[in-house]
């Protein structure tokens, strides 16, 4: 077989049982790999109404079938399950895992039950075993990868494991690999902690075979053109980029979208203070890659002086530094630093975790908790509280108990109004661009399966595409205007697909719809895959898989229980305007109730759901190839209405 | 004169893109264990593992079969299968960790430098592996380089 090994692994905890799966053709041309794989099995795997925490969860690993190859940013993976937040569960990685465990001779992992003391999967050399991780239990992600590597006395062999915040069930609790490569928005670390699993070892000697060597090399050269063309045109160069730190954070200011105070406001006065170039100048080493990347966008840094001297790490990406810094009014940069560092060794999302203190210090300001609840004051900017919180958090020792429950949660726990204040969309935490982008963005967002999202439904066309480039990809310039409502979910719908297209391939979204206008495109990447896989696919082909994902995405969501009003953003977008910052882009800030309505009902109708609450049609599902699909739903909404 | 490898562990990114283009185009699959310059990675460092064309070969030293011998026009070091055995001692011996292997074939993979046009230094986004002239300045880079990978290599094995 070329691109895929071919195989799944499968692992029943329960029974210590491990036993490898063909992975079908069927799976394979509708599907194609990644989170398009996983999701099917999540769905035909899971029982509606299965908790997080049930041993009945499946927790699946998926890679795709350009990861270990020249493939550029190809070496990603997925880790999918029912969520502890919400519904769907779902996140994506980079590093080098994904890479090996190619090379061990699998694509997918799935992983069911539960085993009675804690355990690591090793698949080294294509021989899975699981193996007593007692003495691992506690450790952190840095601590647990060290031991592995010293016990096997193998320096090489990649990790991917969960940390104390994964053992202790936090909701948003991650996957880690390497110093801060993460899978952790919507929990899934705490799926693989309930179920006593603390790490997957990976390494191994099965190469990956292209089907047309010559026709592959010379498809991915166009890739490498087009990304010198962008590194000229946008300034930087491999290995001296500025990473998504370097590259959003004023871009994020500019455009009135940095999330600033738990969402309060949306520029912050004290952005300079974290300029990304004291980062840079100070504490940068080097940049690094992922497996088989030349964009390398993830620097290696140490700081030699202060608090926190002796302090070294990769990262921050842009969201940890918006978590720990704008979200929570922090404009000390070593402490955000710092605060990074805790979750990578926590094995937290870094989003979540940013935002729960920031709640927490909306509702400290607000009265609705006190000193007394928290046991210290909970003040904006106090970067010690903030570290502090980080670890009770991970520990679930005191308020970070609460904390750990995710905004929506410990919201109900805390009461008294604290539910007025608590900003989620499907159970997850608002993303931090969310407040004040705009018609489509709003729209993205809440409508994104898994819940509020960047990487799934939006893209920056509100922000940063003219008007000319709006026209050229998606068909009207007012794709550009984020006041505009009309049409909006045309280019939502384009960005579902296209980024469904990039995590089914497993590839950087940095190669696909986020390097909008230097893109390869669908029908690039068609080329790129039929050459490795030796199966022809055009690039509406691929769409059309991204679009079968998706429905099946939308499919489980609505037999998990979700409907219409799941795809709304948090009241306060309509009510509340946003204060002007320096640059007010939207004026007034909120959205027009009216106008979403109409807009979400015309998203539901364009993607053929049906226009009450979006539940994907018979018709539909049928036409997707999806009758299997169709018949489960049609099952749980008969019993269910 | 034949052309020199310089490799600055400095610049790589740990990308492995070397790796793919190599073991792609050599053995005709992506696989970094057949390919023939390696990428090792540390908590905290990185480099390139790949023949530096030694002076004096460590690895024909120990070659029973006499099948590592070097080539005229590039002065690359050439395996000759029809020779090697593959009984692995050339692996051993290399203090740079430079040889790979063949599992199928039980053969030896020393970088030829692709015949004069190596691809990894054509590939690498970094400019971390250079294919130089032979001046006295690339010799010192050469050296230096060479130190650099040495020191990092024990460091994180």
């Known amino acids: ?641 | 004169m034949a052309k020199i490898i310089v490799v600055d562990p400095e610049k790589c990114g740990a990308c492995n893109i070397c790796e793919m283009i190599c073991s792609l185009i050599k053995e005709g699959e992506c696989n970094p264990v057949k390919s023939r310059i390696r990428i090792i990675r540390g908590e905290i460092m990185e480099t390139p593992l790949v023949c530096q064309q030694c002076e004096v070969l460590f690895c024909a030293s120990v070659c029973q079969e006499d099948a590592i011998k070097r080539d005229e026009t590039t002065n690359a070091v050439v395996v000759d299968w029809g020779l090697c055995n593959g009984c692995k001692a050339c692996i051993k011996a290399c203090p740079f960790q430079a040889v790979s292997y063949n599992a199928e074939r039980k053969k030896a993979l020393i970088c030829d430098l692709c015949g004069g046009a190596p691809q990894c230094v054509d590939w690498c986004p970094r400019g971390a592996l250079e294919y130089l002239d032979v001046t006295e300045s690339s010799r010192g880079k050469k050296i230096a380089g060479a130190e650099k990978v040495f020191s990092l290599l024990n460091k994180i094995r």
């Open chain 1, 1 to 641: 077989m070329f691109g895929w090994q071919g195989k799944i692994l499968k692992v029943d905890l329960s029974r210590e049982k491990i036993e490898t799966i063909t992975l079908s053709e069927r799976l394979r041309r509708n599907f194609i790999g990644g989170r398009g794989i996983n999701v099917k099995i999540l769905f035909d795997e899971v029982k509606p109404g299965t908790e997080a925490f049930d041993p009945a969860n499946c927790l699946v690993f998926g890679s795709g079938p350009l990861t270990g190859t020249l493939a550029p940013g190809s070496g990603r993976f997925n880790v999918t399950a029912k969520s502890p937040l919400g519904f769907l569960g779902d996140s994506n990685a980079g590093g080098h895992w994904a890479a090996q465990l190619k090379y061990s001779g699998f694509d997918h992992l799935v992983i069911v039950g539960k085993v009675e003391k804690p355990v690591y999967l090793s698949i080294i050399n294509g021989k899975p075993e699981l193996v007593d991780a007692q003495d691992l239990w506690g450790l952190d992600t840095w601590q647990t990868q060290r031991k592995i590597r010293k016990k096997l006395g193998d320096s090489q062999v990649d990790v991917a494991c969960i940390g104390q915040a994964g053992k202790n069930l936090v909701r948003f609790a991650g996957v880690r690999t390497g110093l801060k490569r993460s899978a952790a928005r919507t929990g899934v670390g705490s799926v693989m902690g309930s179920k006593n699993l603390k790490a997957i070892i990976v390494k191994g000697n099965e190469g990956v075979r292209i089907a047309h060597p010559e026709n592959f090399i010379k498809a991915i050269k166009k890739y490498k053109e087009m990304f010198e063309l962008m590194s000229l045109q946008r300034g930087f160069k491999a290995g001296d980029s500025a990473g998504t730190y370097g590259f959003l954070w004023y871009e994020h200011q500019k455009n009135s979208k940095l999330g600033t105070k738990h969402h309060l406001a949306a520029n912050w006065e004290d952005a300079d203070k974290l300029d990304p170039s004291i980062y840079h100048n100070r504490y940068r080493i080097k940049m690094l890659g992922c497996f088989s990347c030349p964009v390398q966008c993830m620097p290696r840094y140490r700081i030699k002086e202060g608090p926190y001297a002796g302090l070294y790490g990769e990262g921050p990406e842009f969201e940890s530094v918006a978590s720990f810094g704008s979200m929570v009014l922090n404009s000390d940069l070593d402490s955000v630093l710092k605060a990074a560092e805790l979750t990578n060794k926590y094995g937290l999302d870094c989003d979540s975790t940013g935002r729960v203190i920031s709640f927490a210090m909306e509702l400290f300001e607000r009265k609705i908790i006190t000193e007394h609840d928290i046991g210290f004051p909970l003040k904006w900017g106090d970067r010690e509280a903030i570290l502090r919180m980080i670890e009770l958090i991970a520990k679930r020792e005191g308020f970070g108990d609460i904390l750990a429950e995710g905004e929506l949660r410990a919201a109900k726990k805390i009461g008294g109004g604290a539910e007025n204040y608590a900003l989620t969309i499907k159970g997850l935490e608002l993303h931090e661009s969310f407040r004040g982008s705009g018609a489509g963005h709003a729209l993205a967002h809440s409508t994104s399966t898994r819940g509020s999202d960047h990487l799934r439904s939006s893209h920056h066309a509100e922000h940063v595409l003219g008007p000319e480039d709006a026209e050229k990809f998606y068909g009207y310039k007012e794709a550009a205007d984020r006041t505009i409502y009309t049409h909006k979910e045309k280019q939502v719908i384009y960005n579902e697909y296209n980024a469904a297209l990039a995590d089914m391939l497993e590839v950087c979204k940095f190669f696909g719809h986020w390097a909008l206008p230097f893109c390869i495109g669908a029908d690039g990447f068609a080329e790129v895959f039929s050459a490795a896989t030796g199966i022809e696919m055009s690039g509406e082909d691929l769409l059309r898989a991204a679009e079968r994902v998706y429905n099946v995405e939308r499919a489980f969501i609505i037999r998990e229980g979700a409907r219409r009003k799941d795809d709304y953003p948090p009241e306060r977008e309509f009510t509340d305007p946003l204060p002007p910052g320096p640059w007010p882009r939207m004026p007034g800030s909120i959205i027009d109730r009216e106008k979403y309505d109409e807009l979400l009902t015309e998203y539901y109708k364009a993607h053929g759901w049906d226009k009450k609450d979006g539940i994907p049609t018979r018709e539909k599902l049928e036409e997707l190839n999806l009758n299997d699909v169709a018949q489960e739903l049609g099952k749980t909404l008969m019993n269910k209405i």
